[in-house]
């Protein structure tokens, strides 16, 4: 079992002014090293609507490389805008993952449309800066990835890698739309895609980690990260019904791999659990790993999946 | 090149349809069997929850004179998609052909949406009883939305020429709001891509293949191709993309082009006519056109007034 050390909340949107796109969540860290601060990408709503619903934009907090708990600053302005009438990201740019290429940094990103009959859906575009990762622009205005015969709806959640000069996004496709007291909740799991050019995708149209609450047990957020010779993957999960509270909410899993395709899960050693009080004590969700200057960092969410912030833990020793 | 008109040759709502349908047959397409001809359509059933329409696909089966109404698909032909799938609330329409011994079919699946009225998308489905029902070989699309083709991927139109599947198909290329109390309407274009096994397909991304008569706010929809004599002709109809249902002059029409190699069209609307006297049911609109061979004859099924809610007719090339 790996050994975190809780650093506590890093980041409270509440603890932020002046930002009307940016009153609530900051879901989804995603991580880019600059030489003297440690720059998290994360999503973010304004207050809902009158009819209670939201719009998501994603933007990002520079954290001091040499003291990650201190914010330097935050995004004056949404990286990513909306997307015009119609279009697939309409509603939503969330989540966010972000990659320096050709100089420059590119952004795989969910978008969001919203549904008659579910509530939403969602495929996942792509985004180039050209100003260093301050602000990104859509290279198409339809989705990279999309709907496709066994991943029919909901492709979200991306993290992009490069490992090899292959390129690898692993993201969620979803399974079913399950009736919950008579609500639509989606049900999905972990996939991957692979390219050579980070545009022309070739999906690998299977689950990479086998699910081990119930068979409709949801999946989220895989994060994979290369250390010691073997790829490791966190990533939450969550029972597919009543999940927004305690006992049925997300937790943070692990599995490994040598090759990237083939994936075992072992729960036990993710080493991470909700704290006995405080903002983590529901779920925690979300995981992000990176490396700075020797250390190992976890970035993850807190209760309601993010609503009150992100904070992060430290790994004692090494992942294995 | 002349056709000529042959008048309407099925009226659905004198008939009992599956899924409590009782108007439309939309978009005709001919699977030719030995002794009668199945012309699939899409037709519409009223949804109780919020009286919009469902497609479903529907058959009737026709002597080769095509005049005599043999059969008329008495169930289900193809069950509408599962909950928050892209062909949850219609199919329409679908494109049917024999390949390696089977039919199969490709479909436009519709869902609605809340800021726009739908997406559509493209799925495969295959027969296992020669064309009565069909299976989805997978609960998503073949073919949806990408990078430069961000909407409304439809109409898919396949045929297996010199060993390779070609597709013609629609992309839209966004939704405006036209004037501030109008909804929001969609402009599409004809696409084209390729494919080795009819399952994994390579789109010309965003390459409008059919030039615009009526400039960027053409619609452009259900391309058909056929072979005449050594080059091949694309039949499609258009239509202004704002005011088209009821404005005079600005609803579908059947529009033409050509190729020597499947790849460059030359549009020349012109040179396709039909002749004869328009009927009661096609003199406002002519679209949705599907051609086809039967026993040497070249043949062409469309839609008339109000996007086929009378039904369909034939005309022949002369």
């Given at each position: 079992?790996?050994?975190?050390?809780?650093l506590?909340?890093?980041?409270?949107?509440?603890?932020?002014?002046?930002?009307?796109?940016?009153?609530?969540?900051a879901?989804?860290p995603?991580?880019?090293?600059?030489d003297?601060?440690?720059?998290?990408?994360f999503s973010?709503?304004?207050?809902?609507?009158e009819?209670?619903?939201?719009?998501?934009?994603s933007?990002?907090?520079?954290l001091?490389?040499?003291?990650?708990?201190?914010?330097m600053?935050?995004?004056?302005?949404?990286?990513l805008k909306?997307?015009?009438?119609?279009?697939?990201?309409?509603?939503?740019?969330?989540?966010?993952?972000?990659?320096?290429?050709?100089?420059?940094?590119?952004a795989?990103?969910?978008?969001?449309?919203?549904?008659?009959?579910v509530?939403?859906?969602v495929a996942?575009?792509?985004?180039?800066?050209?100003d260093?990762?301050?602000?990104f622009?859509?290279i198409g205005?339809?989705?990279?990835?999309?709907?496709?015969?066994?991943e029919?709806?909901v492709?979200s959640?991306?993290?992009?890698?490069?490992f090899n000069?292959?390129?690898?996004?692993?993201?969620?496709?979803?399974?079913?739309?399950?009736?919950?007291?008579?609500?639509?909740?989606p049900?999905?799991?972990?996939?991957?895609?692979?390219s050579t050019?980070?545009?022309?995708?070739?999906?690998?149209?299977?689950d990479?980690?086998?699910?081990?609450?119930?068979?409709?047990?949801a999946?989220?957020?895989?994060?994979?990260?290369?250390?010691?010779?073997?790829?490791?993957m966190?990533?939450?999960?969550?029972?597919?019904?009543?999940?927004?509270?305690?006992?049925?909410g997300y937790?943070?899993?692990?599995?490994?791999?040598?090759?990237?395709?083939?994936?075992?899960r072992?729960?036990?050693?993710?080493?991470?659990?909700?704290?006995?009080?405080?903002?983590?004590?529901?779920?925690?969700?979300?995981?992000?790993?990176?490396?700075?200057?020797?250390?190992?960092?976890?970035?993850?969410?807190?209760?309601?999946?993010?609503?009150?912030?992100?904070?992060?833990?430290?790994l004692?020793?090494?992942?294995? | 090149?002349?056709?000529?008109?042959?008048?309407?040759?099925?009226?659905?709502?004198?008939?009992?349809l599956p899924n409590?349908?009782?108007?439309?047959?939309?978009?005709?397409?001919a699977?030719v069997?030995?002794?009668?001809?199945?012309?699939?359509?899409?037709?519409r059933?009223?949804?109780?929850?919020?009286?919009?329409?469902?497609s479903?696909?529907a058959f009737?089966d026709?002597?080769?004179?095509?005049?005599?109404?043999?059969?008329?698909?008495?169930?289900?032909?193809?069950?509408?998609g599962?909950l928050?799938?892209?062909?949850?609330h219609?199919v329409?329409?679908?494109?049917?052909?024999?390949?390696?011994?089977?039919?199969?079919a490709y479909?436009?699946g519709?869902?609605?949406?809340?800021?726009?009225?739908v997406?559509?998308?493209?799925?495969?489905?295959?027969?296992?009883?020669?064309?009565?029902t069909?299976?989805?070989s997978?609960?998503?699309?073949i073919m949806a939305?990408?990078m430069?083709?961000?909407c409304l991927?439809?109409?898919?139109?396949?045929r297996?020429?010199?060993g390779v599947?070609?597709?013609?198909y629609i992309?839209?290329?966004?939704?405006r709001?036209?004037?501030?109390?109008?909804a929001?309407?969609?402009?599409y274009?004809?696409?084209h891509?390729?494919?080795v096994?009819?399952?994994?397909?390579n789109k010309?991304?965003g390459r409008?293949?059919?030039?615009?008569?009526?400039?960027?706010?053409?619609?452009?929809?259900?391309p058909?191709?056929?072979?005449i004599?050594?080059?091949?002709?694309?039949?499609?109809c258009?239509?202004?993309?704002?005011?088209?249902?009821?404005?005079?002059?600005r609803?579908y029409?059947?529009g033409h082009?050509?190729?020597?190699?499947?790849s460059?069209?030359?549009?020349?609307?012109d040179?396709?006519?039909?002749?004869?006297?328009?009927?009661e049911?096609?003199?406002?609109?002519?679209c949705?056109?599907?051609?086809?061979?039967?026993?040497?004859?070249?043949?062409?099924?469309?839609?008339?007034?109000?996007?086929?809610?009378?039904?369909?007719?034939?005309?022949?090339?002369?």
């Open positions: 079992m790996y050994k975190w050390e809780k506590g909340k890093v980041f409270d949107p509440k603890s932020v002014s002046g930002r009307p796109w940016l009153q609530e969540f879901q989804a995603a991580s880019l090293l600059f003297d601060f440690i720059r998290i990408y973010c709503r304004p207050a809902a609507d009819n209670g619903q939201y719009v998501s934009y933007a990002f907090v520079d001091d490389r040499s003291d990650p708990l201190k914010v600053r935050v995004s004056d302005e949404p990286i909306l997307g015009a009438l119609g279009e697939f990201d309409e509603f939503g740019t969330y989540p966010v993952s972000v990659i320096r290429h050709d100089n420059g940094v590119r795989y990103y969910a978008g969001w449309t919203r549904c008659e009959s509530p939403f859906n996942i575009g792509v985004a180039d800066s050209n260093g990762g301050a602000s622009v859509k205005t339809g989705p990279v990835l999309s709907y496709s015969q066994d029919p709806f492709l959640g991306p993290k992009i890698r490069r000069d292959i390129w690898c996004l692993f993201y969620i496709a979803g399974r079913k739309w399950k009736l919950v007291n008579g609500r639509p909740e049900v999905y799991k972990i996939r991957m895609a692979t050019d980070g545009l022309a995708w070739t999906k690998l149209n299977r990479l980690v086998s699910s081990r609450l119930e068979e409709d047990e999946q989220a957020s895989p994060d994979v990260f290369y250390s010691n010779g073997s790829y490791h966190f990533f939450c999960y969550r029972y597919s019904s009543n999940f927004r509270g305690k006992e049925f937790r943070i899993g692990y599995a490994t791999s040598t090759n990237l395709f083939d994936w075992h072992d729960d036990s050693k993710a080493g991470i659990d909700v704290s006995g009080s405080g903002w983590d004590e529901e779920m925690i969700s979300y995981p992000h790993v990176f490396d700075v200057d020797g250390v190992t960092y976890l970035a993850y969410l807190g209760n309601q999946v993010g609503r009150h912030g992100f904070g992060l833990a430290k004692l020793g090494n992942l294995g | 090149m002349e056709w000529r008109r042959l008048g309407r040759i099925f009226d659905p709502t004198k008939y009992c409590k349908c009782h108007e439309f047959a939309q978009s005709p397409q699977l069997f030995d002794d009668y001809v199945r012309v699939y359509f899409s037709t059933e009223r949804d109780l929850k919020n009286g919009k329409f469902l479903h696909v009737v026709m002597a080769k004179d095509m005049r005599t109404i043999l059969r008329i698909a008495d169930k289900t032909v193809l069950p509408l599962e928050g799938s892209f062909d949850e219609g329409f329409p679908i494109n049917p052909l024999r390949h390696e011994g089977r039919v199969i479909t436009c519709w869902s609605r949406r809340v800021s726009v009225s997406e559509t998308a493209i799925g495969l489905v295959i027969s296992n009883d020669n064309g009565l069909f299976q989805r997978g609960a998503g699309p939305a990408s430069f083709e961000p991927v439809g109409d898919g139109f396949v297996v020429v010199d599947f070609h597709m013609w992309f839209g290329t966004g939704w709001r036209f004037t501030t109390q109008s929001p309407d969609r402009t274009k004809i696409g891509a390729t494919s096994d009819g399952v994994n397909w010309e991304e409008k293949v059919i030039a615009d008569r009526l400039g960027e706010q053409e619609s452009q929809a259900l058909t191709v056929m072979q004599s050594s080059a091949f002709h694309m039949f499609f258009f239509r202004e993309s704002f005011d088209f249902r009821a404005g005079k002059g609803g029409r059947i082009a050509r190729s020597e190699d499947l460059n069209w030359v549009r020349d609307d040179e396709f006519s039909i002749l004869g006297a328009p009927g049911w096609d003199s406002d609109m002519q949705y056109p599907h051609v086809f061979e039967c026993d040497g004859r070249k043949l062409m099924l469309y839609n008339g007034n109000e996007f086929g809610r009378f039904g369909f007719g034939l005309a022949e090339l002369k």
